[in-house]
């Protein structure tokens, strides 16, 4: 992964906000690079990841893939259909045109690496500025770790990239191994 940041799509209000979503959904855009997963890839860990037969019970919390062109559509609506047919039965995940992304709060960024005081302090000091911390690859790649994504291998392989003091390194280390 590149850059994850959370937000908001599929509706018409302009800047929402999540307590006046309006008509949108709450939502992750994922940038990445196509060398390292493919799209059909990243389709499969989003189908593992959530029940597509869950009927979403408001559309803030629908579960949506927003696509960008024609081939991202027919991946998507090809992996959609491979899905009802092994569970049998109906699929509530919607297949969207991209139509626009608000960016949430600062505080639902990163949400699990928050709550990690000191990797936290770390990243504050790396990158004082919010929206530099939004956009790093390494706090999406810090945060998807804490939150349970990711094997201690692959950490092991890519931890002195990430910026942090040894410190944090044993920290994130103890999480994930």
Not at 46 to 61: C, G, K, L, M, N
Request: proline share 4%.
């Amino acid at each position: 992964m590149i850059r994850t940041r959370v937000g908001y799509a599929g509706g018409a209000k302009r800047n929402p906000t999540y307590y006046n979503l309006g008509d949108h959904s709450e939502t992750i855009q994922i940038d990445y690079d196509p060398t390292h997963v493919s799209y059909r890839e990243l389709l499969d860990i989003f189908w593992e990841s959530h029940d597509p037969a869950a009927r979403p019970w408001s559309r803030q919390y629908m579960a949506a893939i927003f696509t960008h062109n024609d081939e991202q559509k027919r991946l998507a609506l090809e992996t959609r259909d491979r899905e009802a047919a092994k569970r049998r039965g109906r699929i509530y995940t919607q297949v969207l045109s991209f139509a626009g992304f608000y960016l949430a709060e600062a505080y639902h960024q990163k949400y699990r690496l928050r709550h990690e005081p000191l990797l936290m302090k770390e990243f504050m000091a790396i990158y004082p500025d919010n929206e530099d911390f939004v956009d790093s690859t390494a706090a999406a790649r810090v945060n998807g770790y804490v939150a349970g994504n990711g094997t201690c291998a692959a950490l092991q392989r890519e931890l002195n990239s990430l910026g942090l003091s040894p410190a944090g390194n044993k920290r994130l280390l103890d999480i994930v191994c």
